[in-house]
């Protein structure tokens, strides 16, 4: 089955620039989706189509996709930006998520 | 203004079958494009994708759990009906359910889960 990897955690300090990655074979001949999840909440969609930021998510938050790997980037990092993150995609038929990047800023 | 919501037991024992529902507003299950899916997480794992249900019918499911889940809509009533068979403590999770505004199939709105809760 496909599968979609994520490093487990990621930190940065405040101001900076956060990448999280997501890997999986030839992710880049499809569409990659990025969710933020905080502590029990339910995810919150923040890039999707590779590169898309819904109206209410803040430009900071931006994304790409080539390759084997997409790249979610979070320029000027905030402290409410300290999150679980999730990749998506579809192989063929089925959707699948990564693993999920915990974010930590520090 | 879109919602889900998510509805169904917050126990059920190992063999029974699970039915959960999800009652949505704010858009159509008719309208071309959009799709309504299913996701679950595990206290303290990651996000398992689960099922997804287009305005045509047609349908996806997880390949892993494709054996165990049916998902139908109920287009008059604002509902996608979720049920999996022979349920198993590994199945404990917050089950979510979503909409798909189009066919590249992610989730711009969630519903705020159930906790399903596997046990004798």
């Known amino acids: 089955s496909y599968e979609l990897t994520q490093p487990p955690s990621v930190s940065v300090s405040p101001g900076q620039t956060a990448s999280i990655t997501c890997s999986g074979d030839?992710?880049?001949?499809?569409?990659a989706f990025w969710y933020q999840q905080k502590p029990g909440q339910s995810p919150v969609l923040v890039i999707y189509q590779d590169t898309k930021r819904p109206s209410e998510i803040p430009e900071r938050f931006s994304g790409s996709n080539s390759g084997n790997t997409a790249t979610l980037t979070i320029s000027g990092t905030q402290a409410m930006d300290e999150a679980d993150y999730y990749c998506?995609?579809?192989?063929?038929?089925?959707?699948?998520f990564g693993g999920g990047t915990k974010l930590t800023v520090l | 203004q879109i919602t889900l919501k998510e509805s169904g037991p917050t126990l059920v024992k190992p063999t029974q079958t699970l039915t959960l529902t999800c009652t949505f507003s704010g858009f159509s299950l008719d309208t071309r494009g959009v799709g309504v899916g299913w996701i679950r997480q595990p206290p303290g794992e990651a996000l398992e994708w689960l099922a997804l249900?287009?305005?045509?019918?047609?349908?996806r499911f997880s390949p892993s759990l494709k054996s165990r889940l049916t998902i139908t809509k109920d287009t008059s009533k604002n509902q996608v009906v979720l049920t999996m068979t022979n349920m198993d403590p590994v199945d404990t999770a917050t089950y979510y359910c979503?909409?798909?505004?189009?066919?590249?199939?992610?989730?711009?709105?969630w519903g705020q889960g159930t906790l399903v809760t596997v046990s004798s």
């Open positions: 979503a909409h798909s505004p189009d066919t590249s199939g992610y989730y711009d709105f």
């Open positions: 249900i287009w305005w045509d019918h047609d349908y």
């Open positions: 030839k992710l880049g001949e499809s569409f």
């Open positions: 998506q995609a579809w192989d063929t038929r089925t959707g699948v």
